[in-house]
């Protein structure tokens, strides 16, 4: 059974959704690319799997308190 060829106009750091599963893509050292599995989600997925919400300032502020600071911003 002959199947189409695809094109994919891939570039590096982009994430890919193959058969369900997310793949980054990096480059494979010889001048090509490959898919490595992603191990990163976002805070959003986070979220939504485990339930929650952001805190609010005061919250923040309750649980962290006065961070030290580098004086960088």
Same mark, same amino acid.
């Given at each position: ?5 695809? /094109?994919?106009?891939? /570039?590096? =750091?982009?994430?890919?959704?193959? $058969? ?6 990096? !480059?494979? =050292? $010889?001048? =090509?690319?490959?898919?490595? !599995?992603?191990?990163? /989600? @976002? ?8 339930? %929650?919400?952001?805190? @609010? +300032? ?9 961070? +030290?600071?580098? %004086?960088? %911003?």
């Amino acid at each position: 059974m002959a199947s189409a060829v695809q /094109k994919l106009d891939i /570039k590096i =750091g982009q994430t890919v959704e193959v $058969e369900g599963r997310r793949y980054d893509v990096v !480059p494979d =050292g $010889e001048g =090509g690319i490959t898919f490595e !599995p992603a191990i990163t /989600k @976002t805070v959003a997925e986070l979220r939504a799997q485990r339930g %929650g919400q952001a805190l @609010t +300032p005061a919250e923040f502020d309750e649980l962290f308190g006065e961070l +030290p600071s580098d %004086g960088e %911003g």
